[in-house]
């Protein structure tokens, strides 16, 4: 599902620069549940944002779903994000003015999705989450873990090949946390490919797989089941 | 997809749901819209009561006053007081016959005039007929003095329609006779004047019956040149140069003598007033213009605002698959809906307010029915939305431009 292979990454700030992923070789097969661990600045956020096209690389290729993906203009990633992909963020990141069910339908809008088809569908995502009856109440309205389990059904929406969460209990108490990652495994155990980003070692057990990132390259590569 | 139902539906959405921000752009448009016409209508309001104040005479006039002279010449001392007579009057006609339509005579009184118990002091003008082309006179009832009445000296008189309210508590003054200057006057004629309620406080009556009674005098105060009204305003001064001097020849006034003779052109008036007039509509315009960019600003300003205060929830729309070109348009749309509802209703608003003032505002500040012709309002209306847009867009393309990544950057 995802392919890369010696991929490098700078950023460029005023003379200095500072590389950040040195020559990564990842291969991750459908249907596999990844834990990407590290500590702060080992670069597995950069990781991500470059498999989920939020940000470029410099060389190396990536492939995602045999499609090769490189220096796509705004408007392709943009499509191709919203073809492959369903982002969840620590920080939640859902409109604050939209509903729970507003917020799961907007992928599908951009989709050009019928209106009512996509009541239908946002309605379905938040009964799998488990929030039916909350489809009217605004993110203020919500617990961070409710919050967190509507951003997962907006990810899953858009019906993406791949799930990329972004310490998606970051935020939240260990509680909680449980019930996300439980539902995150549940997701996974359907088939969806699901790439964890985290820095919780009991959040990564969960997982099927570890790979541990350090300095910008990979130290450990582990299947836990 | 553009202009779909679906992304109306996404706009009033968000326009419901962002009801401050929303009421913030409208409400700047609107009242940029509203001090643009309101203003541009009351500089129209101004120039019209302008225009009024020189519509009262007839315009094609070249006044004639005596007065003394200041310089000695051919044997007279200076301070000779200059006097017309009826002779010259016929002379001056005969002499600038082709150019000349008529010479009005107004030689002006201030007389007590009676009626039965009630009476009260009043400018009398004796003159001739033709003062009622000269003076723009309008006539209520009964009739003006004719050329017979000059010839046979009648005592008629025609009065303001306020001296006829002063004296006559709203009986009909035609036929009735009033007293001044010892003698009784047939009241002949009722009229009106735009001048306002000075000129309506007058009576006019014949300048020969008024000579008769002032023993036999053939003086003339001042005479009124009506001059044919296709002349230019060069010509005119051409004719009101010729005139002066041919004055001075005839009464032997020195041509270096400032008095003597004082001639007056209100061509020369309405030439000044039709310049006032023009500095007035570039004042106007210019304040115009002035509003209109300062509304242009606040609502760049707002636009900025909206657009930065949006970044996060941009950042979420391309993550989840918006394309760049699809929040620009968003924004676009949306923005160019508010002002234009909001610039229409500030045009309506403002359209109203003109029509409730309406000439409220012309006693003190001279302010007469102030206007916008549609046409200019509803192109400042379109500049105002046109510019909005374009105020919108710059932020809108930067926005959708930024990765999703550093607009989603937490805190």
Redesign the interface.
């Known amino acids: 599902m995802i392919e890369i292979k010696d991929l490098n990454k700078s950023y460029v700030m005023g003379k200095n620069s500072l590389h950040v992923l040195k020559g990564i070789n990842l291969k991750i097969k459908e249907g596999e549940l990844v834990a990407i661990m590290g500590s702060s600045g080992s670069g597995k956020s950069t990781l991500l ?1 470059i498999i ?1 096209m ?2 470029n690389y410099d060389t190396g290729s990536y492939h995602l779903d045999n499609v090769t993906i490189k220096d796509l203009d ?2 392709k990633a ?2 191709y ?3 492959f992909l369903g ?1 969840v ?3 939640f ?6 509903t729970a069910i ?1 917020n799961i339908a ?2 599908l ?4 999705i ?2 009512k088809e996509r009541q239908t569908i946002a309605l379905d995502y938040l009964d799998k989450v488990g929030l039916k009856d909350w489809a009217g109440h605004l993110p203020s309205e919500l617990s961070g873990g409710q919050k967190q389990r509507v951003a997962i059904a ?2 899953l929406a ?1 019906k993406p090949k791949v799930l990329l969460a972004d310490e998606p209990t970051g935020a939240l108490d260990s509680v909680t946390s449980d019930e996300v990652m439980e539902l995150i495994i549940q997701i996974n155990k359907e088939g969806k490919t699901i790439l964890v980003v985290t820095h919780e070692q009991e959040v990564a057990n969960m997982c099927n797989r570890i790979i541990t990132l350090k300095d910008g390259v990979i130290m450990t590569d582990v299947k836990t089941k | 997809m553009i202009f779909s139902k679906d992304s109306w539906k996404e706009i009033f959405d968000t326009i419901k749901k962002n009801k401050l921000r929303t009421f913030l752009s409208g409400f700047t448009v609107a009242i940029g819209i509203f001090i643009f016409i309101v203003l541009f209508g009351f500089g129209n309001g101004l120039q019209n009561s302008f225009a009024e104040f020189f519509v009262d005479d007839k315009v094609n006039t070249i006044r004639i006053y005596p007065s003394s002279t200041t310089l000695p010449y051919r044997g007279y001392e200076s301070n000779r007081r200059i006097e017309f007579t009826n002779q010259d009057l016929i002379e001056i006609k005969e002499n600038f016959n082709n150019e000349v339509e008529d010479i009005v005579v107004r030689n002006t009184f201030y007389n007590q005039i009676k009626y039965k118990e009630k009476s009260n002091q009043y400018q009398v003008r004796a003159v001739s007929p033709g003062h009622r082309e000269a003076e723009n006179t309008i006539l209520m009832s009964g009739r003006y003095l004719h050329e017979g009445d000059i010839e046979q000296r009648k005592k008629y008189a025609v009065i303001g329609r306020l001296v006829a309210q002063d004296l006559f508590d709203g009986k009909d003054p035609i036929g009735e006779y009033i007293f001044g200057s010892d003698h009784s006057w047939r009241v002949i004629g009722v009229f009106q004047d735009e001048g306002g309620d000075r000129e309506e406080r007058m009576l006019y009556v014949p300048y020969t019956a008024m000579q008769e009674i002032q023993k036999n005098s053939d003086k003339i105060n001042q005479m009124i040149v009506i001059y044919n009204a296709e002349m230019t305003y060069d010509e005119s001064l051409l004719l009101e140069k010729k005139l002066e001097m041919y004055i001075k020849n005839k009464k032997v006034i020195s041509p270096d003598d400032n008095r003597g003779v004082y001639i007056s052109n209100t061509g020369e008036q309405l030439e000044n007033s039709n310049n006032f007039a023009s500095v007035l509509q570039i004042v106007v315009t210019f304040i115009g213009i002035g509003t209109l960019i300062a509304g242009i600003i606040g609502i760049s300003n707002i636009m900025v605002f909206v657009v930065k205060e949006r970044t996060k929830e941009l950042g979420i729309r391309k993550a989840i698959g918006a394309t760049p070109n699809s929040i620009i348009l968003m924004i676009l749309q949306e923005s160019i809906f508010i002002t234009t509802i909001s610039g229409y209703a500030g045009l309506i608003t403002a359209m109203i307010t003109l029509k409730i003032i309406g000439n409220n505002l012309q006693e003190k500040y001279f302010i007469s029915n102030p206007y916008i012709a549609s046409s200019d309002a509803l192109f400042a209306t379109l500049i105002l939305i046109l510019f909005g847009a374009i105020a919108g867009y710059i932020p809108a393309r930067k926005a959708a431009n930024i990765k999703p990544i550093i607009a989603l950057r937490d805190k």
Do not use: C, M, V
């Open positions: 944002n989920g939020l940000d705004e408007t943009a499509k994000r919203n073809k982002f963020f620590q920080s990141n859902l409109i604050n003015y939209k507003e907007l992928p809008y951009y989709q050009g019928a209106s907006r990810a858009s």
